[in-house]
Each structure stands twice: as C-alpha cells, then as structure tokens.
C-alpha cells in the first residue's frame, strides 16, 4: 500500500487494494495478454479426426480438481448425456488425486465416454481450441483465466464462474456465460444454451476475439507497465 505503483489483473483486483488504501491514482490494470500468433494456427479437423471425435465438443483445459471446476462440468455434462444432447467432453490438463478419486466412483459408460487427454503439448492445445465449440471453465481459484483468451482468439464462447474476477474479464451474454461456482444445474443450462443457438453462440465468440485484438495482446498489456515505469523514473 505504501508503494509509487501497483499493477494489477482487473478493475476488482484493483479497488481491492484502494478499499485498503491504495491511493487510487497508484493503481493500475493491466493483467494477462496473449500472443495471438503463439495461440492460432489449430487444426480442428485433425484434432477431431485423432481423437475420433464427431459433433459438438466442450472442451476445458487446465488442472482437474473441484476447484477448477471440472468435477461440476463433468456433471453437467453428464446431466446433458441423459437429457439426449449430443456432446462430447474433452478434458485436457494435469489430472489431480482429488479428482481421479471422482473418476473412479463414476460409472464405467461415464467414465468411457469422457475424452480425458491429461497433459498436451502446444500443438494438439491448439488444435482442441480450433475444434471445440464451447471452452467451459467454471473455476472459483482463477484470478484472470488466460485459456478464456486463448479461446476467443478462435471465437469461442467462453463460461466462467461468478467468482473475484472472472467477471471483469467475461462480459455475461455478449462473449460468454457466468455462471455460480459448483452450480450443476445453472451449468448444464449454459452449455445446452449454446449449443442449441450456434448463431447467438457463434456472436459470444466474434466479440471475444474483437476485445482481445482491442484490449488483450501483450503488445497492448506491456505497454501500461512501461508508461508506469517510464513516469515513475522521470518523476525521480
């Protein structure tokens, strides 16, 4: 609180720390950015085709625990399964102890029809972004979510959880879906939602892409930082 400057990931972050005395001219947001030539190039058919994948694909990418969320998609995904949607779940990350204990207490046809991938390298990461219609990752332990970007630089609608946040990053209803953390129900909801109205879903994930492009490319990022650093060292 007693510093020149703070950098900060988002505007909730930021009054966080004015609400605690931060003078709020020291406050600055800056966050994540993305390289969008280090994300694109994905090749959704491949990915489809060595995974032996047809339809809709939810994807999730990232650790697997409860925390992140991935216990409640698994459930809501399962949820869908006995409603007669047709999806496929494709869970990509390091896979948890937590949750191969929740794994193990599913059903076998559950269990076999989860497309758990576990660790990716960057390639098949690119090339499930290209191929998944809906990147879900209600998580309550992400301050920011980086995979978010990564997904509407391939305008891909995005759900959050509505936790500390995620909210100053996903704009509910025009670049994707927030929903409450662990929410089984409200999650089954917003996946059926988009998959059943591709032209609304296909819109979610234009305007991603436009406000990364605008607001989120380490280009744009970096420079909040050095305009900081640059009056802070003038001000010497």
Do not use: C
């Amino acid at each position: 609180l007693s510093s020149d400057a703070a950098i900060l990931q988002t505007p909730t972050e930021a009054q966080f720390y004015i609400d605690r005395g931060l003078p709020a001219e020291r406050a600055h947001v800056a966050g994540p950015g993305v390289n969008p030539d280090e994300v694109l190039g994905g090749d959704g058919t491949r990915f489809r085709r060595t995974q032996n994948i047809e339809g809709p694909i939810v994807a999730a990418i990232g650790s697997m625990s409860f925390d992140k969320g991935t216990e409640t998609l698994v459930e809501a995904v399962e949820r869908l399964w006995r409603q007669g949607v047709n999806v496929n779940l494709v869970l990509a990350g390091a896979i948890l102890g937590p949750f191969e204990h929740f794994l193990a207490h599913l059903t076998p046809e559950i269990r076999a029809r989860i497309h758990l991938l576990g660790p990716i390298d960057e390639t098949t990461k690119r090339n499930l972004l290209a191929a998944a219609d809906v990147l879900a990752m209600a998580s309550r332990t992400d301050s920011f979510g980086i995979t978010y970007l990564e997904a509407w630089l391939y305008a891909k609608p995005v759900i959050g959880a509505q936790v500390w946040g995620i909210d100053d990053v996903i704009e509910a209803g025009v670049d994707g879906l927030l929903v409450p953390f662990g929410d089984v129900t409200a999650l089954a909801q917003a996946i059926g939602g988009l998959l059943a109205d591709p032209i609304a879903a296909t819109e979610m994930g234009r305007n991603g892409r436009e406000k990364v492009y605008a607001e989120h490319t380490w280009e744009k990022k970096s420079a909040i930082p050095k305009g900081v650093y640059a009056a802070l060292t003038k001000s010497q």
